[in-house]
C-alpha cells in the first residue's frame, strides 16, 4: 500500500486501540491510562510508526522522507534484510521497534528520545503528503523542520507508552500490506507468506477512491469518540 494509506492506517489504529490499551482486564497491571495529550501524541507516532516497516524499500515513501539520508538508510536496510518486504515486515520487527522505542523513550537521554520522536512524526508528515513535488532536499528540510518543532512541542509529553504505538504502527502496516497480492513474511524468518489480496493493486482505484477515504472517516470518527470519552470521564469523576 501506498505511505499516506499506511499512515492513516497507523492513526486510525492508535485511536481505535487506546480505550483496549487502559482496559485491565486486556493487559492486566500493563494497562496503561492516556491522557488526552498521551492520545494525540500516540496517533502522531503511530502513523509515523506505520512507515517503519517500508525502511526497506529504496524508493518507498519514507525514502524520500529525509532526503539523500532516508534514501541512503533504506538502502542500507534494505540490503541486509533481504529487499522489501522481508525481515521488515514481519511481527519480530514489530515487537523489536516497539522494545526499542519504549527502551528509549523510558531510559534513553532526552535529546535521544527527542531525535527519535521527531523522525517519526516526520515519518507520519511525508506519509500523508507533508511534501513539495520534484523538490527532495527542500521537502526534506521542510519535513525536517516542522518535526523537530512539533517534537519539541511534545517533549514534555509523558511517552513512556511509547513502545506500544509503535508496535501498533508496524502492525498496522503489515498487516495492511497482507491484503497485497504480495503478501508479508509475518512469521520471518520463515519465508512463507500470509496474503489475502483483497486489494488488488497498490495505488490502484480501491486503494484511492475506497480505502484512504474510509480511513481518513475513521480517523475523525475515532479521535471524536476518543475525544467525548475522556470528556465523559471527567464528568463523571467531577
Not at 510508526?49 to 529504496?58: G, N, Q, V, Y
Not at 520534484?134 to 517533549?155: C, D, K, P, Q, W
Request: with cysteine; net charge neutral; charged share 10%.
Amino acid at each position: 500500500m501506498m505511505g499516506h494509506t499506511h499512515a492513516l492506517s497507523g492513526a486510525a489504529a492508535w485511536l481505535a486501540a487506546t480505550p483496549f490499551l487502559g482496559d485491565p482486564a486486556v493487559l492486566g497491571h500493563n494497562a496503561i491510562q492516556l491522557s488526552p495529550a498521551q492520545t494525540a501524541a500516540g496517533t502522531v507516532v503511530c502513523a509515523g510508526a506505520a512507515m517503519l516497516p517500508d525502511i526497506d524499500h529504496h524508493d518507498g515513501t519514507i525514502a524520500g522522507a529525509f532526503g539523500p539520508l532516508t534514501r541512503l538508510l533504506c538502502r542500507l536496510v534494505g540490503a541486509l534484510t533481504g529487499g522489501h518486504r522481508h525481515a521488515t515486515h514481519s511481527l519480530a520487527f514489530a515487537a523489536l521497534a516497539g522494545l526499542g522505542a519504549g527502551w528509549t523513550a523510558g531510559h534513553a537521554p532526552g535529546w535521544v528520545w527527542l531525535v527519535v520522536l521527531s523522525s517519526l512524526i516526520g515519518l507520519g508528515l511525508h506519509g500523508v503528503g507533508i511534501r513539495v513535488p520534484e523538490r527532495e532536499h527542500f521537502s526534506a528540510l521542510l519535513n525536517a523542520t516542522i518535526a523537530a518543532a512539533l517534537g519539541y512541542v511534545m517533549r514534555d509529553v509523558d511517552m513512556t507508552f511509547a513502545g506500544y504505538a509503535v508496535t501498533v504502527g508496524c502492525l498496522a502496516h503489515v498487516l495492511g500490506d497482507c491484503l497485497t497480492p504480495d503478501g508479508c513474511p509475518l512469521l520471518w524468518p520463515a519465508q512463507w507468506r500470509i496474503k489475502v489480496p483483497l486489494i488488488p493493486r497498490t495505488d490502484g482505484a480501491l486503494e484511492r477512491w475506497v480505502l484512504a477515504p474510509l480511513l481518513t472517516l475513521g480517523v475523525v470518527i475515532l479521535a471524536v469518540r476518543s475525544t467525548l470519552g475522556v470528556e465523559a470521564a471527567h464528568w463523571l469523576r467531577s
